[in-house]
C-alpha cells in the first residue's frame, strides 16, 4: 500500500458544540476529509474543548480531537508541535491562527509544509503608515513567519491583509462562504401561529446576535418611522427580532418609549432561528461595523427573501443593489425607513429581489463552490494533483 503523503490538520478556536455558525465551519472541514480519504490522506480536527463529539463531524472521514492549536501560549505551541510529530502532519487549515506567526517557523520545524488560514473576521481596519508601516512590510517577508495561503471570505477581507496586514498579495485567496438554497413553502403560517402575527401582516425579521455593532437599535427607530405611514394601504408591518447578547436590555427599553411598540416584538434566543426566516416577507441586517460575509445576509437571501442590508464590509458582494437585494448606508435610520416603507408598499417588487437573491446564491454561494476550492488549495499544499471535488 502506497505511504500516506501526510495528515492534514484543522485548527478550529471554538469548542465542539459551539452552534450553527461554526457547525458551518465544521461540514467544510468534514467535506475535505471526505475528499482527502480518497487519497489516502486522514484528517484531524482540532477543538480546544470537546465536551461532546461535534455533529457536525458526523459520519465524515475526519477524526476530532481535543488540542488547542491557537499557538496563544507556549504549551499551545508544544502540543501542536508534538502532534505534528506524531501524526505526520503536512498541511495546516486553520481558522484559529493569523496570517502570520512567528510560531509557523517551529510549527514547519516540526515538519509542516504547508499553511493556510481562513479569515472569516470582521471589522474595521487602518492602514499602517510611515515607519510601522516599513516595520511591517519587513516583517511579514521574514521566511516562514507568513501563512502560505490566507484564504479570505471576502474581497473586503482580502483587502484587509494586504493593505492594513501588508501580506503579499499572491499569498492571498478569496473564497466565499456558501449555503444551499431553501424552499420555504408553508413555514410562513408555522412561523406566523408561532408568533400570532395576523396573515395580512407584513412580516419583517431580523435575526442577529444583540450587540451595539449589529445596528439593531436603528432598525427599530427606522421602523418606528414606517409602522404609522399612510401610505401602507392599512397594512400595518409587525416587526420581529431573534437574537441575544449584551444590548438586549437596552433594546427592550427603547421599544418601550416607541409608540410602534405593540408592533414589534424581541423574541431573544430561539434555536429555531434560522427557521423563522421562513415566514418572513422580508429581512432586514443593519450591520453599522464592516461585517466580512454574514450568515444573516445569506440566510435571507437563500430562502429567497428580499433583504435590506448595510454597505458594509462584504455585504456588497452579496447583493447587487436593486437586484437581488437593496442597500442603505450605515446607521442612517431614514434611509432604512425609506427602504423598508418602498419594498411594504411594493410586494411584486419585493417578491421579484427575492427570486433573484434566491438565484445568486445558488450561482455564486454554493457550498461546492467553496468545499472544491479550499480542497484544492489543501490538495497542492500536499503536491496531490488538485482533482475536483464532489457534492
Not at 505511504?3 to 458551518?24: H, N, Q, V
Not at 502560505?148 to 484587509?160: I, M, Y
Not at 491583509?161 to 408555522?190: D, F, K, Y
Amino acid at each position: 500500500m502506497p505511504r500516506s503523503p501526510g495528515t492534514l490538520l484543522c485548527i478550529t478556536p471554538f469548542k465542539s458544540t459551539r452552534g450553527y455558525a461554526w457547525d458551518l465551519l465544521g461540514k467544510l472541514n468534514a467535506a475535505m476529509a471526505d475528499h482527502l480519504a480518497t487519497h489516502g490522506i486522514p484528517t484531524l480536527v482540532a477543538y480546544p474543548e470537546m465536551p461532546a463529539p461535534p455533529p457536525a463531524l458526523a459520519g465524515s472521514a475526519a477524526r476530532a480531537i481535543q488540542l488547542d492549536g491557537r499557538l496563544e501560549t507556549a504549551e499551545s505551541v508544544r502540543a501542536t508541535s508534538g502532534l505534528i510529530q506524531r501524526e505526520n502532519v503536512k498541511v495546516i487549515c486553520s481558522i484559529a491562527n493569523p496570517a502570520w506567526s512567528w510560531s509557523y517557523l517551529r510549527l514547519r520545524r516540526a515538519g509542516v509544509r504547508c499553511i493556510i488560514v481562513y479569515d472569516h473576521n470582521s471589522g474595521e481596519y487602518t492602514r499602517p503608515r510611515g515607519l510601522r508601516r516599513l516595520a511591517k512590510w519587513l516583517l511579514v517577508r521574514v521566511p516562514g513567519v507568513v501563512a502560505d495561503v490566507v484564504v479570505a471570505v471576502s474581497e473586503f477581507v482580502a483587502r484587509r491583509q494586504i493593505e492594513a496586514g501588508l501580506i503579499p498579495p499572491h499569498r492571498v485567496v478569496t473564497i466565499r462562504n456558501g449555503l444551499p438554497t431553501v424552499e420555504t413553502q408553508g413555514g410562513s403560517q408555522r412561523v406566523r401561529a408561532t408568533f400570532a402575527v395576523p396573515a395580512e401582516r407584513p412580516l419583517v425579521v431580523c435575526n442577529c446576535r444583540a450587540t451595539p455593532e449589529k445596528g439593531v437599535h436603528h432598525l427599530l427607530r427606522a421602523f418606528e418611522l414606517v409602522a404609522r405611514s399612510p401610505d401602507l394601504s392599512g397594512k400595518r408591518p409587525f416587526l420581529l427580532y431573534v437574537g441575544d447578547g449584551p444590548q438586549l436590555p437596552e433594546l427592550q427599553a427603547l421599544r418601550e418609549t416607541l409608540t410602534a411598540k405593540e408592533d414589534i416584538l424581541l423574541a431573544g434566543f430561539r434555536a429555531d432561528a434560522r427557521e423563522i426566516l421562513e415566514g418572513a416577507d422580508m429581512c432586514v441586517v443593519p450591520s453599522v461595523w464592516q461585517d466580512a460575509l454574514p450568515f444573516a445576509v445569506m440566510e435571507g437571501m437563500a430562502r429567497g427573501k428580499p433583504v435590506i442590508a448595510t454597505r458594509v464590509g462584504g455585504i456588497p458582494e452579496m447583493i447587487e443593489d436593486g437586484v437581488s437585494g437593496v442597500l442603505v448606508p450605515p446607521a442612517d435610520e431614514a434611509a432604512l425607513a425609506a427602504a423598508l416603507a418602498a419594498l411594504l408598499s411594493d410586494p411584486c417588487r419585493a417578491a421579484a429581489l427575492g427570486q433573484a437573491a434566491r438565484q445568486r446564491v445558488a450561482e455564486h454561494f454554493t457550498p461546492q463552490q467553496q468545499v472544491r476550492r479550499l480542497t484544492a488549495l489543501v490538495e497542492a499544499g500536499f503536491g496531490t494533483p488538485c482533482k475536483e471535488v464532489s457534492g
